[in-house]
């Protein structure tokens, strides 16, 4: 069972759940429009809602890919005669989820703790329905680490805010992008219930948004102070001398602290180390790749070159006009003040520092049998 009521978590409601055979999420596509759910039956359907960006945000990714397996098991069992059957189809469905998205590491992260776990059990001859009730189980503990380390990294972020304190922030690391507290916006909510003003400036995050439409709808929802602005804008907000801080998550960090991101994070990185303003990576141990030495190894999705022609329903660019869409970029370690993750506020040499949180990354997901 999730222990969200544990903590104050500013959704009332799971992003991402599992429940009467389906994985229900919300769909982050509609938003701020309304606030409607997709529900997955099959591990297809799942996987088109990943590729659609309904569900985004690595943790959040990672969340929707274990309650994937469950799924994908439970299904498998119902027409394979033995587990060894069902093993053959899960492997199937398991490797259509790793194929959705390349860069968020919690994908491949859950789907190796999940998926080696019911390898482990599957070929120990386990009978089906308690493979299915494990599954189950190691997908709850996946959702409720998620909560648990996103609220502590959440509180060791918040120290770093000054009572009164200006963030700005890129794309959308909020409760929806996680099980539900979030990272660079769990920081912001953290501050918030202790009492800090806290404004935030969100990038807008040409081309699919997810600044404008998500990040200030759910700041707005906490009725934190937010400002939307052009992703070119922030170099002008930094350079006003307002800003206290850039916060903002990650897909994967490699081990020497190279950060994949959303596509802009690089610039704005560059941009708060001319105006020396301090740049923070907030992200849980489950974002950190302990099997990278660099971001230079780190694969950057490119996405349909459609969403940078359109904006919305508006078409942008004259027909024929080719468009380049990456959707990540990488900031180099020497360009992050600290990383915030659930060990602490740590800082460089992040070659050693680091070292706790992907010791953790590799323990949770256990291996691949
Ligand atoms: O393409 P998206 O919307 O999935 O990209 C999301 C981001 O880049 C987030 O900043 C990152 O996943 C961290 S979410 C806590």
New binding site residues.
Partial sequence: MSTMSEFELPFPFPVVSYRDGEVVLIDQTRLPQELVWRRCSDVPTLCRAIVE?AV??????GVAAAYGLVLAWERAATVAPDPAAALAIFRRDRAALAGT?PT?VNLFWALERVGGLCERLAVAGEPLAQVAAALRAEADAVLDEDLRTCRQLSLHGAALLPDTAVVLT?????GL??GGY???LGVVFAAAAQGKQVRVYADETRP?L?GARLTAWELQSQSIEVTVICDSAAATVLRNGSVDAVI????RVAANGDTA??IGTYPLAVLADRHQVPFYIA?PSS?YDPDIASGAEIVIEERDPEEVRTYGDYRAVAPRVTAFNP??DITPAALITAHITEFGVLRPPFTSSLGPVLEASRLARGGLA
């Avoid at 903002?248 to 897909?251: I, K, L, M, R």
């Fill in positions: 960006l985004r945000g690595a943790p959040a990714i998205r968020a890129h794309c959308n690391a909020g992008a996680t979030g990272t660079a699919l997810q903002t998550g990650a897909d991101n959303k992200a974002t959707a990540f």
